[in-house]
């Protein structure tokens, strides 16, 4: 068997097109549209996020994995725009889980996930999956408002436990588990304001109950470490349409290869990077320590 190549990206931070209508404004609201005003607006921009998707499509994976911040204040109207942008996308199956600029305030989570809802592959519940082939992408949300100035997250117990429960029941299968969540699951990526509250909570899960790969966004930068005291890689990636110029910042993507070998998986992943010339190249490769199959794979 051939090798399955999944592309990872993340906090596109599509341009904001409309102002909050009278119903929408929050203080938390206001204080991320002066950020935008002020300094995002400058960093993201619609040129280097079309250069990154032409690039994912010209390698022709077989799965996105997109881990959250398609709006910037989570309003109604960007919602609805997100979805067009990624329905002229012409992505292949692709699963979403929402970040914290996605989950800004407390109002009508339902409605709005619902407009997502052929990407988020869930309701309001998860973590959600989409599986293909040997490959089996879970989605963990770790989206939740959160007071002003603070960008934290939290995937809660009872999802935990879901978690736990779905890792077991793919692991028994055999699939190759790729965990899905926005915010950094280890510590010092993030500042303590930004990071997942509960991250010893999801690193114990994954301890017990195994994964081969996680992916994450929510820092802006193309970062590998591991869940302590396992194996597990833990993967991030830098914001979809950063503009270029700092190569730890640059827009990008993650070419991930997962390869089925005798009783393992072997997992590459190839970071594509944004150069201030405006072309798309290779940047680090990783590879990573198979993964012993809980049962046996045809090749």
């Given at each position: 068997?051939?090798?399955?190549?999944?592309?990872?990206?993340?906090?596109?931070?599509?341009?904001?097109?409309?102002?909050?209508?009278?119903?929408?404004?929050?203080?938390?609201?206001l204080?991320?549209?002066?950020?935008?005003?002020?300094?995002r607006?400058?960093?993201?921009?619609?040129?280097?996020?079309?250069?990154?998707?032409d690039?994912?499509?010209?390698?022709?994976?077989?799965?996105?994995?997109?881990?959250?911040?398609?709006?910037?204040?989570?309003?109604?109207?960007?919602?609805?725009?997100?979805?067009?942008?990624?329905?002229?996308?012409?992505?292949?199956?692709?699963l979403?889980?929402?970040?914290?600029?996605?989950?800004?305030?407390r109002?009508?989570?339902?409605?709005?996930?619902?407009?997502?809802?052929?990407?988020?592959?869930?309701?309001?519940t998860?973590?959600?999956?989409?599986?293909?082939?040997?490959?089996a992408?879970?989605?963990?949300?770790?989206?939740?408002?959160?007071?002003?100035?603070?960008?934290?997250?939290?995937?809660?117990?009872?999802?935990?436990?879901?978690l736990?429960?779905?890792?077991?029941?793919?692991?028994?299968?055999?699939?190759?588990?790729?965990?899905?969540?926005?915010?950094?699951?280890?510590?010092?990526?993030?500042?303590?304001?930004?990071?997942l509250?509960?991250?010893?909570?999801?690193?114990?899960?994954?301890?017990?109950?195994?994964?081969?790969?996680?992916?994450?966004?929510h820092?802006?930068?193309?970062?590998?470490?591991?869940?302590?005291d396992?194996?597990?890689?833990?993967?991030?990636?830098?914001?979809?349409?950063?503009?270029a110029?700092?190569?730890?910042?640059?827009?990008?993507?993650?070419?991930?290869?997962?390869?089925?070998?005798?009783?393992?998986?072997?997992?590459?992943?190839?970071?594509?990077?944004?150069?201030?010339?405006?072309?798309?190249?290779?940047?680090?490769?990783?590879?990573?320590?198979?993964?012993?199959?809980?049962?046996?794979?045809?090749?």
């Amino acid at each position: 068997m051939s090798f399955f190549q999944i592309a990872h990206l993340s906090d596109p931070h599509l341009p904001l097109a409309e102002l909050p209508a009278p119903d929408e404004i929050r203080f938390k609201r206001l204080l991320s549209l002066l950020s935008w005003t002020l300094k995002r607006r400058h960093l993201h921009k619609a040129a280097p996020l079309a250069r990154v998707m032409d690039d994912i499509r010209q390698a022709h994976p077989e799965l996105i994995a997109l881990t959250g911040d398609l709006t910037n204040l989570g309003l109604r109207s960007e919602f609805r725009r997100a979805r067009q942008w990624l329905e002229e996308q012409s992505l292949p199956p692709t699963l979403l889980v929402p970040g914290n600029h996605d989950a800004l305030i407390r109002e009508n989570a339902s409605g709005k996930a619902a407009l997502w809802a052929e990407w988020l592959k869930t309701g309001t519940t998860f973590p959600s999956l989409l599986v293909k082939d040997h490959i089996a992408l879970i989605g963990v949300n770790s989206a939740v408002p959160t007071a002003p100035f603070f960008a934290s997250g939290r995937i809660g117990a009872a999802q935990a436990e879901r978690l736990r429960a779905l890792l077991a029941r793919t692991g028994r299968a055999g699939l190759c588990r790729v965990v899905l969540i926005h915010h950094p699951p280890v510590e010092n990526l993030v500042s303590r304001r930004k990071g997942l509250e509960d991250f010893r909570l999801f690193q114990t899960i994954l301890r017990e109950a195994g994964a081969e790969l996680v992916l994450h966004g929510h820092s802006h930068r193309a970062t590998h470490t591991c869940i302590p005291d396992t194996d597990i890689p833990v993967v991030g990636t830098t914001s979809a349409s950063h503009s270029a110029g700092n190569p730890a910042t640059a827009a990008g993507w993650n070419a991930i290869a997962v390869h089925p070998q005798a009783g393992h998986w072997s997992i590459t992943v190839l970071r594509r990077e944004l150069g201030a010339d405006g072309m798309m190249r290779d940047g680090l490769i990783r590879n990573f320590t198979p993964h012993r199959l809980s049962r046996s794979i045809p090749l």
